[in-house]
C-alpha cells in the first residue's frame, strides 16, 4: 500500500486554513498574524529543507553519515535543554551531551537490535527516525528536569546547607532535589503514556497508518517508542544531573555561583 | 576532656563577597567548653563566621582549623558531623514535622542515634506538633524544634545563630539555661538577646571591634 501523494497545488490549498486564523486575530485584535506568519514561514522552509536532507540521506544510506546526523541532532537537543536551564551552557555542555547521547544511542541500539527485524542498526530509516523521535520526545522532560534540579537547589539553598550541616553525605543532600527533579520531568510522559489512544492518537502512528501500515503494525511501534521515550528521558535527566553536578558543585559540597548564568533584567522580566 | 583545648581557630582570615569585605584580618580561639556570644550589628558578618567553619564560604586568605584540622574541601565533611547548627533562617525545609525527624535521624551519619525526641520535645513545649507542617509552625515553634534536634545529634558543639529571637521571656532562659549548664560543650552564640549577653556563664566577643567584651 502506498501513501497518496499531496500535490503541490493541493498543499497550497491548506494553507488557505490559515485564512481562519487570521480572520479571528483581526477581528477580536489577537494580533497573532505577525507571530503566526513568522511560524508558519519558519515550519515550511525547515521542513522544506530537511525533506529534501533526508531524502538523500535515505537514498545514500551510508552508517557514518547516520550516525553523524543523528549527533548532530542530539547536539541541538542538548543546547535547548541547556540554554532554558539558569547554568552557563559552556559549563556543562559536555557533561550533558555525554549523557544524551549515551541514553539517546542505548536505547536506539536496543530497539534496531533485538526488537524491530531491521538489516542493519545503522539504517537511516529506523537509526534517524526513532533517535529522532526520541530526542524530540524527551526533550521536555529534559528541559523541565534539569532546570528545576538547579533551580530548586539555588532556591532552597539555606535548607540545603542547613542538611550538610546534619552531616548530611552529598548524595543524601541532593537526593530530594534528584528525586524531585526527575518526577517532575516524567509527568508529562506518565499522564500522555496513561490516556494513549484515547486522548492522544500520537503522531508516530499517525505517520505510520499514513505510511501505510496496518493499525495493529502502528500500535506495535507506538508502544516500542512510548517504552524508548520513558526509558530514555529517565536515564538522560538523571544521567545529566549526576554528571553536571560534578562541574556545578564543589568539593565543599556546595553549588558554585560561578556557572550560573548572570540574570540580565530583561531575561528575568520574561520569566 | 581538658577545659583549655582549641576547638575552633580563626588565623588571619579575610573574607569578601563579590569585593565587598565582610571579615577583615580575624584571628580568634574558641576552646573546648567555652560559652561564646558573638555580638555586632547587623550584615557584619556573624553569620558568615559560622558558615566558614562549616565550609559553606572559603576564605580569600587565613586559616580556618576546627579540631586541630585546616578546614578544607576534604576536612569539611567531617567537621559537619562534630557540630550541630541551628542557622538563622531555621532552614528546616517543607513537609510534616515527623517526616523531617524521620529524615534526620535516617541520615548515614546518625544511624548509631538514639533519635527518640518525644521528651525533649516535652520539654521544650512541642507536644501535639508531630503531624503539622513544618511550614505552618509558628517560627518560635519552629526554633524549638531546631533545637531539639540540634540536642538529638549528640554533637559537643553547638552553633546557635539567633535561636532565641522567636521565644518569650520564659522559653528564652529555658534555653539558654539548657545549654550554658553542660560544662563538656562548646555553644558559639550569635544573638542581641540579653539572655545569653547578660550570662555570667558566657564571654562576649565584639565582632566589630574584633575584642572581647568580658
Ligand atoms: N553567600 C553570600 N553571597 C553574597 N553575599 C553574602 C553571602 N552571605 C553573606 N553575604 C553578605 O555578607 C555580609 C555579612 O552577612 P552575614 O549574614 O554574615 O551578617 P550577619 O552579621 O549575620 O547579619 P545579621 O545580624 O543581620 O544576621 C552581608 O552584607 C551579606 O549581604
Ligand atoms: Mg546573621
Redesign the pocket.
Known sequence: METLDIPLVNLAVAFLLLLIPVGISIKYGLKLIKPLFVSIVRMTIQLALIGVFLKYLFQWNNAFVNIGWLLVMIVVAVFSSVKSSSIKVSSIFLPAFISFSVATLTVVFFLNVFVVPVNSVFDARYLIVLGGMLLGNSLRGNIVGISTFYKRLKMDSNHYLYVLSLGATETEALMPYLRESVQLALKPTLASMATMGIVTLPGMMTGVILGGASPEVAIKYQIIIMIGIVTSTIASVVLTIVLTKRVCIDRYGVLRSDVFRKETPSRRKKL | MSGTSAVIEFAGVNLSFSGKKVIDDLSLVINSGDKVVISGK??C????L?SLVLGFVKPDSGKVVFGGVAVDGKTAWNVRREIALID?DVSLGSGSVESFLEFVSDLKVNAHLDFSPHKLMKFFHLQGILHKNLKDLSGGERQRLAIVVSVLLNRKVFFL??VTSSLDANLKKKVADYFLKRDDWTCVI?SHDPVWLESPSVRVFDFEEKVWKH
Not at chain 2, 558578618?45 to 558568615?48: I, N, P, R, V
Open positions: 547587623s550584615g558578618g556573624k553569620s558568615s559560622l538563622q545563630d539567633e550569635v
